[in-house]
């Protein structure tokens, strides 16, 4: 599995998934001018995987990539409560769509799905961005928040993929490891 991310091994392990290795791939995950969220998503998930694959050629590697969208418009990574801020005050009383693409490189080469979930957040108050401030959850996240936390109480509906906003949508990961002839269980 080519991530960094804990989450994304908790969701493969919630099915039964262990992977053998779990490696990061570090890659720079800077938009492209008038790459749209979709496209960016896609892109670096399948950079990842094959990134990883080029260094475990015998490997079948698994990636993924989210991307938080207003829009057209790419949300961040927060990496800065000022961050997590702007994010919040963008998604408030909205909704937005979040955009989990999964590749998979294997004996029949690289595939890929994309993943879209659309999130309305209700109305945020202020004393609702300061104290998810305060909680410290929404850094590192795209978009500045992270529904497995206390942000899902901002959630008025999601149409899509919950664990797709995690960060690995287990459905369609399961059918593109089979599709791609892994073996799963
Ligand atoms: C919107 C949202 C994002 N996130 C997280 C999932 C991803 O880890 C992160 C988006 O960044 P990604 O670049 O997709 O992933 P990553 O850098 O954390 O991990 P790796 O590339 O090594 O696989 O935001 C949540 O955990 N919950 C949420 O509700």
Redesign the pocket.
């Known amino acids: 599995m080519?991530?960094?991310?804990p989450?994304?091994l908790d969701l493969l392990r919630q099915v039964g998934l262990e992977p053998d290795t779990v490696l990061?791939?570090e890659i720079d995950?800077t938009p492209k001018p008038k790459e749209t969220p979709r496209l960016l998503a896609v892109r670096?998930a399948r950079e990842?995987a094959l990134k990883v694959a080029a260094e475990r050629p015998d490997a079948a590697v698994l990636?993924?990539?989210?991307?938080?969208a207003l829009g057209r418009r790419i949300l961040p990574?927060a990496e800065t409560g000022a961050e997590v801020r702007a994010c919040l005050e963008l998604l408030s009383g909205r909704a937005h769509k979040?955009l989990?693409a999964v590749a998979v490189s294997g004996p029949k080469g690289l595939t890929s799905r994309l993943v879209e979930t659309r999130v309305r957040f209700k109305r945020l108050t202020g004393a609702d961005i300061a104290s998810y401030l305060e909680s410290g959850e929404g850094l590192?996240?795209?978009?500045g928040?992270?529904?497995?936390g206390r942000?899902g109480a901002f959630v008025t509906e999601l149409t899509g993929s919950y664990s797709g906003?995690?960060?690995l949508p287990l459905y369609e990961t399961l059918n593109l490891l089979t599709g791609a002839g892994l073996k799963v269980r």
């Open positions: 080519a991530s960094a991310s989450r994304r990061g791939a995950e670096l990842k990636a993924a990539d989210t991307v938080v990574k979040v989990t590192g996240k795209a978009g928040y992270a529904i497995q942000a906003v995690v960060g």
